[in-house]
């Protein structure tokens, strides 16, 4: 591995520690201390896992998308991969019924990983095929018909959550969270352990598919010729990003920019290295990112209570891209 992209990822892992023990040190009530008790130490590892999880898996998504789709502006967000993930939950909530789906601990389970894997799949079958011009794909259309999907999925959430009989807040607990974006205290261990077996998996498969993104990169013809069955390449890149986005929207609801800003932002620290280094490195940043939002989400509260986790990493992620943009990192590819 050449120094600088071993330097950038070692960089990264010091970050990414850095970020999840500044958060076992936030506390309530803008203290700055280690947990007075096991019970808050134990909320507080727990947001610091959902972090690591959610932005791990969106990075990575992110890395999977820009290559499936040759577009470096294409992220599980930007193409409506996790609005549509969050439609599908709050339907699957509304047809339910009142339970214990929201309001308790634990209340959000494994049942949702179904409706979020197929809402995120879908979302991104119907921006794909629509953005299709004489059997090609536009990349420009591609995004502009994502950010459509995505909003017309957060107005599809914002609609199931006011048609809920009783308490908006309630029993929708998660609408909120499904249509902003929020690291809740409700999840468990158990949650924990089978969405971040997802995200590993999902860091495995994209090492492990590096090189034949690194082929795909060069163009389709490029990679025939040296033996890349592209068509298994481009329908594991799609499953296992929708899978990845599905386990994110499942802990934390959509959290945007965090899959779009974060390999650009590798890129630019590693140099056109290939997509192991990528996909490695961004997975890092990404939970770096979202732990430390987390962290200033915690650390800062407003007369009407904290932001959201989404509204910062939207004000955070749209500001950084705006900067990679104008510095002419837009376009690099791993």
């Known amino acids: 591995m050449p120094p600088r992209a071993l330097l950038s990822l070692l ?4 970050i990414l520690l850095g970020a999840a023990a500044v958060r076992l040190m936030v506390g309530s009530q803008h203290t700055f201390s280690w947990a007075p008790d096991p019970q808050t130490l134990d909320i507080r590892a727990l947001r610091v896992v959902s972090g690591l999880i959610v932005g791990a898996a969106l990075a990575i998504g992110g890395v999977m998308m820009q ?15 996790s609005a549509g993930a969050g439609l599908a939950v709050m339907l699957a909530i509304f047809l339910r019924g009142p339970g214990p789906a929201t309001g308790e601990r634990g209340g959000w389970g494994a049942w949702e990983a179904g409706p979020a894997l197929a809402g995120s799949m879908a979302a991104l079958v119907l921006v794909y095929a629509l953005s299709q011009r004489r059997g090609l794909v536009d990349p420009t259309a591609l995004v502009l018909i994502g950010v459509v999907v995505s909003i017309m999925c957060g107005a599809g959430i914002m609609l199931l959550q006011h048609l ?12 909120s969270r499904l249509l902003i974006g929020a690291l809740s ?6 949650q924990l352990a089978w969405t971040g077996a997802v995200a590993a998996a999902g860091l495995g498969i994209g090492l492990k598919l590096g090189p034949a993104m690194d082929a795909a990169s060069l163009g389709h013809d490029e990679a025939i010729s040296v033996g ?12 296992t990003s929708g899978v990845l986005t599905a386990a994110a929207v499942v802990i934390a609801g959509p959290i945007g920019f965090v ?19 990528l996909v490695a490195g961004s997975a890092m940043a ?13 650390a800062i509260e407003t007369p009407s209570g904290r932001v959201p986790l989404g509204v910062v990493m939207a004000l955070v992620g749209g500001a950084t891209f705006i900067g990679l943009l104008r510095g002419g990192s837009g376009g690099g590819r791993g």
């Open 286 to 298: 990404g939970a770096a990112l979202v732990i430390a939002g987390d962290a200033l989400v915690k």
């Open 164 to 175: 809920m009989p009783g308490s908006t807040e309630g029993r929708a607990g998660g609408g």
């Open 259 to 277: 899959g779009l800003v974060c390999p650009h932002a590798v890129r630019l620290m590693t140099g056109p290295r290939g997509h192991r280094v």
């Open 185 to 190: 205290d409700e999840v468990t261990w158990r």
């Open 11 to 14: 960089l990264l892992g010091a």
């Open 67 to 81: 290559s499936l789709l040759r577009n470096p502006l294409a992220s599980p967000d930007i193409l409506g991969l």
């Open 228 to 239: 890349v069955p592209v068509g298994a390449l481009r329908l594991g890149l799609l499953v």
